[in-house]
């Protein structure tokens, strides 16, 4: 089945640690984007990529880093820049046939503060 | 995933009951809409989406209605299954400077009361 997948779907971070969130599609999409979620709050965009070697800051870019490398993969690494990384990141993905694409998204990664 | 429901308004629907769910968009510039229902600890799923240049749309037992002169949408579930009990949002896209830019709503739960 066509789909994105994140993994873990649970991670710990240490203090002053990096660490690198997972996301991989094979629906073929260009696009691709990286949601954070907190309670009671709609999606914020941290990063999203058009094609890859390409990608642009979202709202909330600070604090995170991306890579595309590949058209199936979009890692997300949240760095020890980042102060407030406690939420549940979303990684989804649109096609590219023209304007007005709903996003498709994974099951997400819950991060927490160990 | 479990916290995405705290803080959220809620509406609680007898099973078998139709259920009508509303959003309030912002950006009178935006042409299109999409509806989403996110399960807990689950990433969201696409329902149903709208253009602008329509008022209303029917999929399998959801109906999305769009009244732009008021900048709203709602979603309308018919007889409504315990199945359906997870947080709904919606989206408005617009597309500045040819960047599709999505807006997500904070969320309706929905409680279905078997």
């Known amino acids: 089945d066509g789909g994105i997948t994140q993994s873990p779907k649970y991670l710990f971070r240490k203090e002053g640690q990096n660490v690198t969130l997972s996301c991989e599609q094979n629906?073929?999409?260009?696009?691709m984007y990286w949601y954070r979620q907190d309670p009671g709050q709609g999606l914020r965009l941290i990063y999203y990529s058009q094609i890859v070697n390409d990608f642009q800051k979202g709202d909330i870019a600070e604090g995170y880093s991306v890579s595309r490398e590949k058209k199936e993969s979009f890692p997300l690494t949240v760095t020890s820049a980042q102060k407030n990384p406690t939420a549940f990141y979303l990684c989804?993905?649109?096609?590219?046939?023209?304007?007005?694409?709903?996003?498709?998204f994974g099951d997400g990664t819950r991060l927490s503060i160990l | 995933g479990e916290s995405v429901g705290l803080h959220l308004p809620t509406l609680s629907v007898q099973e078998g009951d139709n259920s009508i769910i509303n959003c309030a968009y912002s950006?009178?510039?935006?042409?299109?809409f999409i509806w989403y229902k996110q399960e807990s600890g689950k990433g969201p799923q696409f329902i149903i989406d709208?253009?602008?240049?329509?008022d209303k749309r029917q999929g399998q037992r959801v109906t999305v209605l769009l009244n732009k002169t008021v900048k709203h949408l709602s979603l309308q579930i018919a007889a409504t299954q315990p199945g359906d009990s997870a947080v709904y949002f919606c989206?408005?896209?617009?597309?500045?400077?040819?960047?599709?830019?999505?807006?997500f709503g904070t969320g309706t739960k929905l409680q279905v009361i078997p």
């Open positions: 629906l073929n999409h260009d696009a």
């Open positions: 950006n009178s510039a935006s042409d299109y």
């Open positions: 709208i253009r602008s240049n329509m």
């Open positions: 989804a993905s649109s096609g590219n046939t023209g304007y007005g694409q709903p996003q498709h």
């Open positions: 989206a408005e896209m617009q597309r500045p400077g040819g960047y599709q830019k999505v807006t």
